[in-house]
């Protein structure tokens, strides 16, 4: 998936998904997204919730200006991540996406 399509998706919908608070911006989430996808790209094969951890605890190192804690970008991230894999041809991690 291009990196322009993948942005400008999140870009125009992260304000309508269900881990949206109002008192964030784009400059919030755009990193939890980018995260996602640079992570993706170095780790494709393994599923979400095999890395978890691994993305947690690379996050504060991530987020940049970031205002939301892991605890609140997670959801962000994950969303970033299913996006890529559904992009992918067939089922490579065999979870079903």
Known sequence: ???NTYTEHFQKTYNNTPYYRKDMA???YE???RYAE???NTR???T???IENDLERGWDKARATSRLAW???KEAVRDGWHMLERAM???ADRDGR
């Open 26 to 28: 784009w400059d919030d």
């Open 1 to 3: 998936m291009k990196h």
């Open 71 to 73: 605890n609140e970008a």
């Open 31 to 33: 990193p939890a997204y």
């Open 48 to 50: 979400f919730d095999q």
């Open 89 to 91: 041809p067939g089922d």
């Open 38 to 40: 640079n992570s993706y």
């Open 44 to 46: 494709a094969g393994r």
